[in-house]
């Protein structure tokens, strides 16, 4: 299947279960890729044949920026179900988020979820 994919997309929101996290927020960083059937817009090299990565980029941010989840796999869990929502030609969706500076004691360069779904 053909991928359209987002990569290191950066993020200010307040999501976690950590009431701090809740407050001050902090940076997420998102992935995304699709599974589409680029065949037609392969041929024809018309935007109405594939999705529009500037808006699936916009529908991610929206939901990041705007919302508060305890949990982030609540949080991609609602990116895939706006994805699937506003763009029918998307047939499956791998997205992971990660937080590089969560309220944890120690040294990694991120902690994060990876989401698979498929319609």
């Known amino acids: 299947m053909d991928k359209i994919f987002l990569k290191d997309c950066r993020f200010y929101g ?5 009431a701090e996290e809740q407050v001050l ?4 960083v998102v992935d995304c890729e699709l599974e589409v059937d680029l065949q037609a817009a392969s041929l024809s090299d018309q935007l109405s044949d594939t999705v529009h990565y500037g ?13 508060k989840f305890q949990l982030i796999e609540r949080l991609a869990g609602a990116i895939c179900l706006d994805i699937f929502d ?31 779904r498929r319609r």
């Not at 307040?14 to 950590?18: E, V």
């Open 14 to 18: 307040y999501h976690g279960a950590l």
């Open 25 to 28: 927020g902090q940076i997420f």
């Open 55 to 67: 808006m699936v980029f916009e529908t991610i941010k929206n939901r990041v920026e705007t919302e």
């Open 86 to 116: 506003q763009y029918p030609a998307v047939l499956g969706i791998r997205l992971t988020i990660k937080k590089e500076n969560p309220p944890i004691a120690g040294h990694y360069a991120h902690v994060g979820i990876t989401l698979e």
